[in-house]
C-alpha cells in the first residue's frame, strides 16, 4: 500500500452515492450489523469459491514471493529484478492454468522538486502490470479484482502487498480460465503502486469511454494479513468520516456484500475511506463502482478494535509496514483465511450476478 498524501483527489459525486445508497438500502458503514434486505450475493459460484480457495494455497504463493526477494536483495521493488520475477511468477503461473496473460508495459517517471511526474524525465523506467481474464462471460460486464505486484525497496512486501497478490491468484486459479460465469472476470497485478499508484493510474487511463463502461466494478485487495488484524471494507455508502474520494452509484453494494459475508464468518466489519492511497483510487475517480478489503497498515489499534477483534490494543496493525520484516513470518493466516474467503465470494457473486450496481448504460 501506498503511504500517505496521495488524497487530494476528491470528487462531486454525493448524487452518485445517494442513489446507490437507494438502491441497496444500505446505510451504515460501520458493518456491526448487516443491512436491511438481507444478505448480498451468493449462489454455487460464490459458495465453491470460498470454500475451496485455501489459505495453504495462498501462502505458497507468498512462500514464492519471498524465495524471489531473497534472491534478489530481500525486496520485489519496481526496477528491480525481484520485481521481474515476480512478474514472472504470477505470469507463468496463470499461463500454465489456461488463462490468457498480458503483460503491458508502464513507465515510471521521475518526480520534480514539486512532486509532479515528469514525462520522458531522465530516469524514467519501464515496469509491466499483469493482467489475465476467464475467457467465458459478457465483457461489457467485467468483474476487475486487483492487487499491486511491487513491494517497497526496504523490504519483500509479503502482507503489502504480496497477500493480495497471492489471494488474486489462488482464486484465479480455483476458478479457472474457462469458468462457469455470466460476467468476464479479470485479475490485475498492477505494477508501481509504490510509485504512486503508477500502474492503476495508467491502466484506467488507457481504457477508452467504452471500455471503462464495460468494468463493472473493481475489487481491491492491499494488505489483508495484517499481524494485528483489523477487518475493515471500503466505504461504499459514504458513512464514514474521513473519505477524499466519493465512490459511484453501485459501491454501496459492494461495500454491503463484503460486510455480510465477514459477518457470516463471525466477523464484524467496519468502514474504512477511500482516501487514495491504494489502486481503488484511479477507479473511483473514474466512477466505476469499487470497493475492497484491508486489515491495516501503520495506525495503531484502539481499545475499542481490540475488543471487537482481539489482537493488542496501541499496537500498530502492521509492525512490519514498509519495512525488511514483511515477511512470509508478519502474516496473520486467521486473518488472512476469513478475507480470501470475503474476497473469494465476491468474485463468485458478482461474476454470476450484478443486482444493485449500475447497468452499463448508466456508467460513467
Not at 13 to 35: E, F, H, K, Q, Y
Not at 66 to 81: L, Y
Not at 143 to 160: F, K, M, Q, R
Not at 263 to 279: E, Y
Request: glycine letters at 14%; charged letters at 20%.
Amino acid at each position: 500500500m501506498g503511504g500517505p498524501g496521495r488524497a487530494g483527489r476528491a470528487r462531486a459525486l454525493v448524487a452518485a452515492v445517494m442513489a446507490s445508497l437507494v438502491l441497496t438500502g444500505c446505510a451504515s458503514g460501520t458493518g456491526s450489523a448487516p443491512a436491511p434486505g438481507g444478505p448480498v450475493g451468493g449462489g454455487p459460484l460464490a459458495e465453491r469459491l470460498a470454500a475451496e480457495a485455501t489459505v495453504d494455497g495462498a501462502v505458497g504463493h507468498l512462500q514464492a514471493l519471498q524465495a524471489i526477494a531473497d534472491r534478489n536483495g530481500g525486496n520485489r521493488a519496481v526496477g528491480t529484478p525481484g520485481y521481474d520475477q515476480s512478474v514472472e511468477y504470477v505470469a507463468s503461473t496463470l499461463s500454465r492454468a489456461g488463462f490468457r496473460v498480458e503483460t503491458p508495459t508502464i513507465v515510471v517517471t521521475s518526480e520534480d522538486d514539486e512532486g509532479e511526474g515528469t514525462e520522458g524525465a531522465v530516469g524514467a523506467r519501464t515496469t509491466r502490470t499483469v493482467i489475465a481474464q476467464t475467457t467465458t462471460g459478457r465483457t461489457d460486464e467485467v468483474v476487475l479484482s486487483g492487487a499491486h505486484l511491487d513491494s517497497v525497496p526496504e523490504g519483500p512486501g509479503i502482507n503489502d502487498d504480496g497477500s493480495g497478490v497471492a489471494a488474486n491468484l489462488e482464486i484465479a486459479l480455483r476458478l479457472g480460465a474457462a469458468a462457469p460465469v455470466t460476467n468476464a472476470v479479470r485479475f490485475v497485478w498492477f505494477g508501481a503502486e509504490e510509485e504512486g499508484l503508477v500502474g492503476s493510474q495508467q491502466y484506467v487511463q488507457g481504457l477508452s469511454a467504452d471500455q471503462r463502461r464495460d468494468v463493472a466494478l473493481m475489487l481491491n485487495s492491499d494488505m489483508i494479513a495484517s499481524p494485528n488484524a483489523g477487518y475493515f471494507v471500503y466505504d461504499g455508502d459514504g458513512s464514514d468520516p474521513g473519505s477524499t474520494e466519493d465512490a459511484a452509484a453501485g459501491s454501496a453494494t459492494i461495500e454491503r456484500l463484503l460486510v455480510d459475508r465477514l459477518a457470516s464468518l463471525g466477523v464484524p466489519a467496519q468502514g474504512t475511506p477511500f482516501n487514495g492511497d491504494s489502486d481503488y483510487g484511479p477507479f473511483v475517480e473514474a466512477a466505476i463502482p469499487s470497493g475492497g478489503i484491508f486489515t491495516g497498515d501503520a495506525p495503531s489499534k484502539t481499545p475499542e478494535q481490540a475488543a471487537l477483534w482481539g489482537g493488542r490494543a496501541g499496537v500498530p496493525f502492521d509492525v512490519c509496514y514498509h519495512r525488511a520484516c514483511d515477511t512470509t513470518s508478519n502474516i496473520d493466516r486467521v486473518a488472512y483465511g476469513r478475507m480470501l474467503n470475503a474476497l473469494a465470494f465476491g468474485i463468485g457473486s458478482f461474476a454470476t450476478d450484478l443486482d444493485g450496481l449500475p447497468p452499463r448504460a448508466d456508467r460513467g
